[in-house]
Nanobody, 128 residues
Framework: QVQLVESGGGLVQPGGSLRLSCQAS????????IGWFRQAPGKEREGVSC????????YYRDSVKGRFTISRDNAKNTVYLQMHSLKPEDTAVYYC?????????????????????WGQGTQVTVST
């Protein structure tokens, strides 16, 4: 059974940090590009970051550049999203997803329809 499970969300004050994990089971994560998405109440799901399935290269949306870092540990079949300097506008449910193709022609898969498997999400709340 193919499954992605996110963990690590929670409540944090502005300026704080969290590390999200995305654990895969039922398939080998190595062969997939992994994306992190988020969805705030009343808003569309948006791509946050992606890590390649080939060379480990990464992509970030502008609003998180310099604050978030995506990484993967293929031995643990896990992808991480380290988040620093969190802001209230980062509050959302965060999802990880797997894309079988990966980036191509310098285009990164940053839309939900480009992904094959999804986790159930983990809530991140940035508030005082």
């Amino acid at each position: 059974q193919v499954q992605l499970v996110e963990s690590g969300g929670g409540l944090v004050q502005p300026g704080g940090s969290l590390r999200l994990s995305c654990q895969a089971s039922g398939f080998t994560l190595d062969y997939y590009a992994i994306g992190w998405f988020r969805q705030a109440p009343g808003k569309e799901r948006e791509g946050v970051s992606c890590i390649s399935n080939t060379d480990g290269s990464t992509y970030y949306r502008d609003s998180v550049k310099g604050r978030f870092t995506i990484s993967r540990d293929n031995a643990k079949n896990t992808v991480y999203l380290q988040m620093h300097s969190l802001k209230p506008e980062d509050t959302a449910v965060y999802y990880c997803a797997a894309n079988a193709i990966g980036p191509y022609s310098s285009k990164w898969p940053m839309f939900p329809y480009e992904y094959d498997y999804w986790g159930q999400g983990t809530q991140v709340t940035v508030s005082t």
